[in-house]
């Protein structure tokens, strides 16, 4: 969990920079603020554990089914539409890092950054309508996420260097007034695994950082404030389905994990009922996307 001593209004004046990165993944140099030698290490170490901190599950195109394989209740509902496939075309991502150091030393450096990733993403979700899979209805896509990344100047062999040792999950959603989906909790069950999680932007150090064995099967119910939603599993970029609905907020499904070890992320993605089954209503959609880790060894900093 993240260390209590540290909030953002203890950040010294004068003590954090702003990073616009555009389409680029990798920070930029930043504009002083902390030592210059700390901010570019910072900037190296970030780009190092980028398969870490920056999923880009958000801006995957990737055509998805818009059913479930055990479809109930509010899918059978009267609706303008029956949606069967949606995809995302963005057109724009753009990235800001905000750096904010605190715990200077008595030599004068810093000894804790909190890196704050900002991604909005813009584009057209696209539906094709079972009744006609040659059409599509477009609309406009428009979201936003959040990460925070904690590190920490650590001795090394001697050396003070900087390293990721704490991370948060992202946070994305629509903007108001199309912002009405609330993901509640995730419940996640494996092999030695039986965790749930509340908030998308909670701490945790890697030693926490949930881990699967290989080839086991994980057991996943996403909880949300309605019982109408569609959600979706997204994992690895490579992966996205529906979860069945329950009819009682829960929704949920399980799959088998790889056979190769290495970090992973899995992205839940809720969406009211009518961004899909109604062709004039809005985007509304909440994410949360979160790294887990397949048979890797405990670590306390990265990399």
């Known amino acids: 969990m993240m260390n209590p001593r540290f909030f953002w209004a203890l950040v010294p004046v004068g003590m954090a920079a702003v990073l616009a990165a555009g389409c680029s993944k990798s920070p930029?140099?930043?504009t002083p603020a902390a030592p210059a030698s700390d901010q570019a290490q910072v900037v190296v170490t970030l780009g190092l554990a980028d398969s870490?901190?920056?999923d880009d599950l958000g801006e995957s195109t990737l055509h998805s089914s818009a059913t479930s394989a055990h479809p109930a209740g509010p899918d059978g509902i009267e609706t303008p539409i029956t949606p069967y496939a949606w995809w995302q075309v963005v057109s724009g991502v753009s990235r800001t890092w905000?750096?904010?150091?605190a715990d200077t030393d008595s030599t004068g450096?810093?000894?804790v950054c909190i890196a704050t990733l900002t991604k909005h993403v813009t584009?057209?979700?696209v539906i094709v309508p079972a009744s006609d899979t040659t059409t599509t209805i477009t609309k406009a896509l428009d979201k936003t996420y959040t990460r925070k990344v904690m590190l920490e100047r650590l001795l090394i062999n001697g050396v003070r260097i900087w390293k990721v040792v704490e991370v948060t999950g992202a946070l994305g959603s629509t903007p108001a007034p199309n912002n009405t989906c609330q993901i509640v909790s995730i419940h996640l069950v494996a092999t030695g695994?039986?965790?749930t999680l509340t908030d998308a932007q909670q701490f945790f150090s890697l030693r926490h950082v949930i881990r699967f064995a290989t080839s086991d099967t994980v057991h996943l119910t996403v909880t949300t404030s309605r019982n109408t939603d569609a959600v979706f599993i997204h994992l690895n970029g490579i992966y996205r389905w529906r979860l069945h609905n329950n009819l009682d907020n829960?929704?949920?499904?399980q799959w088998v994990t790889s056979a190769l070890g290495g970090w992973r992320h899995m992205g839940i993605q809720v969406m009211t009922h009518a961004t899909l089954y109604d062709d004039t209503a809005p985007v509304d959609t909440e994410a949360w996307h979160f790294p887990f880790r397949v048979l890797q060894p405990d670590l306390d900093?990265?990399?």
């Open 28 to 30: 930029t140099a930043p």
């Open 52 to 54: 870490l901190v920056d």
């Open 98 to 101: 905000t750096f904010a150091f």
């Open 109 to 111: 450096h810093p000894s």
């Open 123 to 125: 584009g057209s979700f």
């Open 193 to 195: 695994v039986d965790t």
């Open 250 to 253: 829960t929704y949920s499904t």
């Open 301 to 303: 900093y990265y990399p």
